[in-house]
């Protein structure tokens, strides 16, 4: 499919004046990408006292003493261990779950699969905001709230819409054929599942946990609202404790800043091809 | 017992087995709350017990006529408008500017720039809000770069209630556009590059190209965007609560942080926070559906 463009853009295709316009715009927008991030960087590299002096230029006397020192006092092996978890337990079961019920819903008749495959369809439009109240006073009502299991079960449900969406559409593609022969051979729908649909499902389940890693992980309202106890914060809420307005040592808030900022430009990193594809399938809502 | 015996096949109980974790789950932290939320927008609910309280009253649409007499609702509202205006009129149409050039190699390093445009969408929300608030803040490069024009320029980006949401709508389209990018992108690579090659070899020239050939093949990505964009543009909240929480005098609010700050700062009013989020669903809801009717009128041609 991937076969190259073989007729390039001609110089005469554009006027010259519009070609630098185009040029300039990306350049000034690579440069606006990276230039805070790298000011950022080099901020965390400085001791408040020469940030102060200092605000914009290389830092002359690089340190990394704001680094251990913002670790230990915004507690982040906690907040990364909290994060992991979270984004890998949500992740795990929303694959799960979505992929047993695309499978139902692709492949085994029933009248309930309209309204049941629906109601999922319209919560692709829901947001958070929409549910952050009853959530909350719902987690208060069954003693869910300051728990795990009360910020995880959120998790799985908010990635549900989408997964049931990506798995039933993929599901679907698989020929009815396949699930038939096995049906004659005497094979149970859950071993069916087991053996032979969910193998076959990991494109899907790769996209599904690209979108989910990346929505969990960097996700804050949930647990802002859910969570009070230090213990169970995630990453993006310890950080805004850390650095939030009232920091006054810039140093350490900014190392802390790029310890928040790294474990996921290094993923996007390595994932990059993957991360690009899940986003565009991710894409489809609406 | 017979008869529900017969009923109760094998694919039955495969099927109630499969849907099961995922609908109850599902059901109970998004449908149930969504209803849930509905009614108590009409109760005096506030604090305490919520089921079986005897206390609680059924006030209509009271909350609601609340919400539209309070001017920090239309202030929240008219950034919402705002941010959306950005997505719609910024994000996309320069998203598609990039995922063009990059696609029809216009620039050298295309991957390079393709990887990079897309990097603000991977990080956290909370720091790109507070990276960015340092960075218009007095103290950062945004101030000092303004003196080198203007010497003795005075940064009162965080304190003129005026001027304080244009750091806000810059970060957006800073944040989002590289996502349309590589939604466009994506959707690029799929026109099949010999209709180009054809249309070249014929002698169109490759603006015609770009208005006969990838427009329509992309109209239908185009409002996915925008519905996208629209839904993006309500949901906004994180950046907002990090860079400015809403400052100063509440003038960077928008809808979802006017909700917050109504549910979960100083005395609680619930039943106004949840009409707040009802309206946005309603107003989600509605402008969605006005995209795919302008679509049905005047997209036409596409599949």
């Not at chain 1, 959120?154 to 798995?167: E, K, Q, T």
């Not at chain 2, 340092?134 to 000092?144: N, V």
């Not at chain 2, 770069?145 to 304190?159: D, K, S, V």
Request: hydrophobic share 50%; with cysteine.
């Amino acid at each position: 499919m991937k076969t190259a463009v073989k007729t390039k853009i001609r110089k005469t295709d554009f006027h010259p004046l519009l070609r630098i316009f185009v040029y300039l715009t990306v350049l000034v927008f690579t440069v606006l990408t990276l230039y805070p991030l790298f000011w950022l960087v080099i901020s965390s590299l400085k001791t408040t006292t020469e940030f102060q002096r200092n605000m914009t230029g290389l830092p002359v006397n690089p340190t990394i003493n704001n680094y251990p020192t913002a670790w230990r006092l915004a507690q982040f092996d906690t907040l990364f261990l909290n994060s992991l978890f979270f984004t890998v337990a949500s992740t795990l079961l929303v694959i799960l779950f979505s992929l047993m019920a695309g499978f139902a819903f692709a492949k085994i008749r029933s009248k309930a699969t309209p309204f049941l495959h629906g109601s999922f369809v319209i919560g692709i439009l829901l947001t958070l905001q929409s549910i952050m109240v009853p959530l909350f006073l719902m987690a208060v009502a069954t003693n869910l709230y300051n728990t795990r299991l009360g910020v995880l079960i959120p998790y799985v449900g908010m990635g549900m819409p989408i997964g049931i969406y990506l798995c039933t559409e993929f599901i679907k593609s698989v020929p009815d054929s396949v699930v038939e022969s096995a049906r004659i051979d005497g094979a149970s729908y859950l071993r069916i599942f087991a053996m032979i649909v969910a193998p076959m499902a990991k494109p899907v389940a790769v996209t599904l946990a690209i979108l989910n890693v990346s929505g969990v992980w960097n996700e804050f309202m949930l647990v802002n609202i859910l969570v009070s106890s230090d213990a169970l914060r995630t990453l993006p809420v310890g950080i805004l404790k850390f650095s939030g307005p009232l920091a006054s040592d810039y140093g350490r808030m900014f190392a802390a800043l790029t310890i928040g900022m790294v474990p996921m430009v290094v993923f996007y990193l390595i994932f990059r091809k993957q991360i690009t594809q899940g986003v565009s399938a991710g894409a489809v809502k609406g | 017992m017979k008869r529900f015996l017969t009923w109760w096949t094998e694919e039955r109980r495969a099927y109630l087995l499969l849907v099961l974790p995922g609908v109850l789950v599902y059901w109970a932290v998004m449908a149930f709350p969504t209803v849930f939320s509905l009614g108590l927008s009409m109760t005096n609910y506030n604090g305490g017990v919520i089921f079986g309280n005897p206390n609680i009253q059924f006030v209509g649409l009271k909350h609601y006529m609340r919400m539209f007499n309070d001017q920090y609702f239309w202030i929240s509202l008219k950034n919402n408008g705002l941010i959306m205006a950005v997505s719609l009129f910024g994000q996309i149409p320069l998203g598609f500017l990039f995922a063009y050039v990059i696609h029809r190699k216009l620039i050298k390093f295309g991957s390079f720039f393709q990887t990079t445009l897309y990097l603000p969408c991977v990080i956290s929300t909370i720091v790109v809000g507070r990276l960015w608030q340092a960075f218009f803040s007095p103290y950062g490069p945004f101030t000092k770069f303004m003196q080198r024009f203007q010497p003795g320029w005075e940064n009162e980006l965080a304190y003129d209630p005026k001027l304080a949401i244009i750091p806000v709508l810059f970060v957006i389209l800073w944040m989002y556009t590289g996502q349309y990018m590589i939604i466009f992108l994506a959707n690029l690579q799929k026109i099949d590059p010999s209709l180009i090659e054809a249309a070249r070899i014929d002698g169109a020239s490759e603006w015609q190209v770009l208005t006969r050939i990838m427009f329509p093949a992309l109209s239908g990505v185009i409002v996915t965007s925008a519905i996208l964009a629209i839904a993006g543009s309500l949901k906004s909240f994180d950046l907002i609560y990090a860079m400015t929480s809403g400052n100063p005098a509440r003038r960077t609010s928008v809808l979802a942080l006017y909700m917050y700050d109504t549910a979960f700062k100083h005395s609680p009013n619930y039943p106004l926070a949840n009409s707040i989020s009802m309206f946005m669903v309603l107003l989600s809801f509605t402008l969605i559906v006005l995209v795919r009717i302008t679509e049905a009128r005047f997209g036409g041609r596409e599949e």
